[in-house]
């Protein structure tokens, strides 16, 4: 597609429970980027891939996130046993190259109950 | 400790007059600058970029200057327009720094700019 699809939009999960997040990106992107907004304007990257190979995962606490870019599925995130600190706006992003910008999905807001 | 800064949280100013958004940073290894608008409830939307081998870059109403010896960069838009009114955030990646693969971007806080009428 023409533009960077995530799902859901909105999900509700109880503390300790998984949560797991979708993202298509744009058609012909080879790179995909995850970014967490925590609190209203501060972006923390999380993890990159070059098509289906992780690349940078500096920013991922390990223990429980996990991030997967397979060959013709959507791109996910998943949260396993969740925190109240989990709470927070999750964006994708794509891009076609290195030297091209980076392209934004609309979010998904996960709030942890 | 915050390696992209956006000092003002806010900017006000008049329709049709110009807007200049300001960012500064720290890391010496960033090479490459973008600007990117949002509106609540919506992803970043691309305005701009810049390399760090350029000190302008323009695009209609937006022009982005570069001054790496000050580690600062700023983003013009001129005339100012009500659909301008946003939150803007700069961003920097490390490029050559990278090994060739896919660079996370570092933001800023962000500056939220309101158009009067």
């Known amino acids: 597609g023409e533009e960077v699809a995530q799902t859901p939009k909105h999900l509700v999960r109880g503390e300790g429970q998984k949560a797991k997040l979708y993202c298509a990106p744009i058609k012909g992107h080879s790179y995909v980027f995850w970014y967490q907004q925590v609190l209203k304007n501060e972006f923390k990257f999380l993890i990159s891939f070059q098509n289906e190979n992780v690349f940078d995962e500096t920013g991922m606490p390990k223990e429980r996130f996990s991030a997967k870019c397979l060959p013709n599925s959507p791109c996910s995130l998943e949260i396993q046993a969740t925190k109240l600190e989990d709470s927070a706006v999750y964006f994708c992003?794509?891009?076609?190259?290195?030297?091209?910008?980076?392209?934004f999905g609309d979010g998904t807001r996960l709030s942890i109950l | 400790d915050q390696q992209v800064k956006q000092n003002s949280p806010s900017l006000s100013v008049q329709e049709g007059r110009i807007s200049i958004l300001n960012c500064d940073y720290t890391?010496?290894?960033?090479?490459?600058f973008l600007w990117y608008k949002k509106y609540p409830a919506e992803g970043p939307t691309f305005l701009i970029s810049?390399?760090?081998?350029?000190d302008k870059n323009e695009d209609g109403r937006f022009t982005v200057f570069l001054n790496k010896s000050a580690k600062h960069l700023s983003l013009h838009i001129v005339p100012s327009q009500p659909g301008d009114s946003a939150v803007y955030f700069c961003?920097?990646?490390?490029?050559?720094?990278?090994?060739?693969?896919?660079?996370?971007?570092?933001f800023g806080k962000g500056t939220h700019l309101i158009i009067q009428p």
């Open positions: 890391n010496s290894m960033f090479d490459y």
């Open positions: 810049i390399s760090s081998i350029k």
């Open positions: 992003a794509s891009s076609q190259s290195r030297q091209e910008p980076q392209h």
């Open positions: 961003a920097a990646s490390a490029r050559q720094y990278s090994g060739g693969g896919a660079d996370g971007l570092t």
